[in-house]
């Protein structure tokens, strides 16, 4: 191929880069396990920024050019702990060796705060039994040990206005394979 290939593992609904890097001449690939109304409808409106879209996990394999750059937004706050290894493999079978990319986690509970920290808490919210059953307990340390294993990366946290306890996002940016 002689287009550079951008892949975003875990496009949801936000197509901003998707659009960025298709409008810059990239060939684009999204990779989404799961598809709800939101994502679909924002597939829709996308869609003419999108080469090939994968409905499946990115741990598989499948027959698509490996990405010059890439991106994983708010995603891997939803796998499993058992899975997140795994998980990372599948990306790295995806990406060329002088790759570059970023990831962004959620270290929120998606509801402003972060009562998945609480044990009294996790699973157990207002009318809601598995409210938080999607959403690992992985704090940002943890993830930074976690990716640097594989990567090297610059790093920031953020914090929410009115909650300093936590950083509410971990942000991985530069990313490039070990070497």
């Known amino acids: 191929m002689k287009k550079k290939v951008y892949?975003?593992?875990g496009v949801g609904a936000f197509y901003g880069h998707v659009k960025k890097n298709s409008i810059?001449?990239?060939?684009?690939?999204v990779i989404d396990k799961r598809i709800s109304e939101p994502d679909n409808l924002a597939y829709e409106e996308n869609k003419h920024f999108v080469d090939k879209r994968i409905i499946g996990d990115w741990i598989n394999d499948?027959?698509?050019p490996k990405a010059d750059i890439w991106s994983n937004i708010s995603t891997f706050e939803h796998i499993p702990?058992?899975?997140i290894d795994k998980s990372i493999i599948g990306m790295?079978?995806?990406?060329?060796?002088?790759?570059?990319?970023?990831?962004?986690i959620n270290l929120t509970d998606h509801?402003?705060?972060?009562e998945h920290y609480n044990p009294k808490s996790y699973g157990k919210e207002a009318g809601s039994p598995d409210k938080f059953k999607y959403?690992?307990?992985i704090k940002s340390d943890e993830w930074k040990n976690i990716f640097a294993k594989y990567f090297d990366f610059t790093y920031e946290e953020k914090y929410l206005d009115n909650i300093k306890e936590y950083p509410s996002r971990a942000?991985?940016?530069n990313v490039r394979l070990k070497k």
């Open 7 to 9: 892949i975003d593992f």
């Open 24 to 29: 810059e001449g990239y060939y684009t690939i």
């Open 171 to 173: 942000i991985f940016n």
């Open 111 to 114: 509801s402003g705060g972060f």
């Open 62 to 64: 499948y027959d698509i």
């Open 135 to 137: 959403i690992n307990t």
């Open 92 to 104: 790295i079978k995806k990406i060329k060796k002088d790759s570059e990319g970023h990831i962004w």
């Open 81 to 83: 702990v058992n899975m």
